[in-house]
């Protein structure tokens, strides 16, 4: 199971690494392949994530490697879901749904105690 997401608005591509289990230089290629997928570059051209595109990563690692789809495969599939959503950006609806999920189980052990 991969770690929780912490609730901070930018990632370094260590640090998604490590949350989506991904080694740095296949996070690389998989910005090339996915549009949708593209990180802000400050300085010295370092990748920084947002909530939203942890949340796409780990999308594109279960299709690929728990579910088996191809890159070509994996790229129709999210441009299905996407197509579906009402919003064109799921992603960001997921990071929503996370930080609400995540505040109130907070507050459902602050009343537990």
């Not at 996407?82 to 749904?97: C, F, H, I, L």
């Amino acid at each position: 199971m991969l770690p929780d997401i912490p609730s901070k608005r930018y990632f370094t591509i260590g640090e998604v690494s490590e949350l989506c289990e991904v080694k740095p230089h296949v996070l690389r290629y998989w910005e090339q392949e996915f549009s949708q997928l593209s990180p802000v570059k400050r300085r010295g051209n370092r990748r920084y994530y947002q909530q939203h595109e942890v949340i796409l990563i780990r999308r594109i690692r279960r299709l690929l490697y728990e579910e088996g789809f191809t890159i070509s495969g994996a790229k129709s599939r999210i441009k299905i879901v996407d197509s579906v959503n009402e919003t064109g950006n799921s992603g960001y609806e997921e990071a929503k749904k996370v930080n609400l999920n995540k505040a109130l189980n907070e507050i459902i052990d602050f009343l537990r105690e």
